[in-house]
C-alpha cells in the first residue's frame, strides 16, 4: 500500500459545526486530492493540491476548503457541515499529476446529523 | 454532463466465465485511461491503464481494450474469479496536470 493515512477514519457530527479531516502521506508524491464518494455519483473531486499553497478546486467544491502547508499532509475543511455533505472521503496521491495513477487511502466515513 | 459514464449499475457472472465491464467518455481530449477496483471499506486499488496511443493492455487475467473512434473501452476478466467481486470504476484523464475524472462504477459479482 502507498504510504497514506487518513484522519479520523469515522466521525459524528452535528449540522452546522466545523470538521477537518486529514491525509498524510509518506511517498514525496507532489500532487494530493480529496474525492467523495455517494451512491449513484461514484468518486467526485473536490479540491486538489499540485504543491505546497498550490491547490484548486474540484467538480464539488462548494462548501469545503482545503490546506497544504507542507508536501505530506494535505487538509480538507467543512467550515459549516450538513447533511448534504454525508459521504466517505478519499484522499489520494500521485507522483506525476498527470498519466499516473492515483493511490488511494482508506477513507473516512463523516456523518453529519 | 458526465464525461465518463458506466451504463451498467452492476454485472453479475459465474466463476470461470469472462467478465466485460464498459466505459464511455465523451471528451476526445481525453488520452489517459485507468480502471480501479474497490472493495468495501477500502480506498480504491490501480488495476490497468491504456493510452491513446494503444488499442490493447494486459497484465494477466486483466485486459483493457480501447476504441477511440467509439469514445469506448472496456475491461476483460478472464477467468473471473470470486475475489473479483468489487466495484470498477473507469477513469479518464487528459495531458496537462487535470485531475481524473471517475465514472460512476459497476458493480461485478462473480458467482461460484
Known amino acids: 500500500d502507498a504510504g497514506i493515512t487518513q484522519s479520523p477514519r469515522h466521525k459524528v457530527t452535528e449540522t452546522g459545526t466545523p470538521v477537518t479531516l486529514r491525509c498524510h502521506q509518506t511517498?514525496?508524491?507532489?500532487?494530493m486530492y480529496w474525492y467523495r464518494q455517494d451512491p449513484g455519483h461514484g468518486l467526485r473531486l473536490i479540491h486538489y493540491?499540485?504543491?505546497?499553497?498550490?491547490?484548486d478546486k474540484g467538480e464539488v467544491s462548494d462548501g469545503y476548503s482545503v490546506s497544504r502547508s507542507k508536501t505530506e499532509d494535505f487538509l480538507l475543511t467543512l467550515e459549516s457541515a450538513t447533511s448534504s455533505q454525508t459521504s466517505v472521503y478519499f484522499c489520494?496521491?500521485?507522483?506525476?499529476?498527470?498519466?499516473?495513477?492515483?493511490?488511494f487511502g482508506n477513507g473516512t466515513r463523516l456523518t453529519v446529523t | 454532463d458526465q464525461q465518463v459514464k458506466q451504463n451498467s449499475p452492476s454485472l453479475s457472472v459465474q466463476e470461470g466465465r469472462i467478465s466485460i465491464l464498459n466505459c464511455d467518455y465523451t471528451?476526445?481530449?481525453?488520452?489517459?485511461f485507468l480502471w480501479y477496483k474497490k472493495y468495501p471499506a477500502e480506498g480504491p486499488t490501480f488495476l490497468i491503464s491504456?493510452?491513446?496511443?494503444?488499442d490493447k493492455n494486459e497484465d494477466g487475467r486483466f485486459t483493457v481494450f480501447l476504441n477511440k473512434s467509439a469514445k469506448h473501452l472496456s475491461l476483460h476478466i478472464v477467468p473471473s474469479q470470486p475475489g473479483d467481486s468489487a466495484v470498477y470504476f473507469c477513469?479518464?484523464?487528459?495531458?496537462?496536470?487535470?485531475?481524473?475524472?471517475f465514472g460512476k462504477g459497476t458493480r461485478l459479482s462473480v458467482i461460484a
Open positions: 489520494a496521491i500521485s507522483e506525476q499529476g498527470t498519466a499516473s495513477p492515483l493511490h
Open positions: 511517498e514525496n508524491h507532489r500532487y
Open positions: 493540491s499540485y504543491g505546497v499553497k498550490d491547490t
Open positions: 471528451n476526445s481530449m481525453f488520452d489517459y
Open positions: 491504456i493510452s491513446s496511443i494503444k
Open positions: 477513469a479518464a484523464d487528459r495531458s496537462g496536470n487535470t485531475p481524473l475524472v
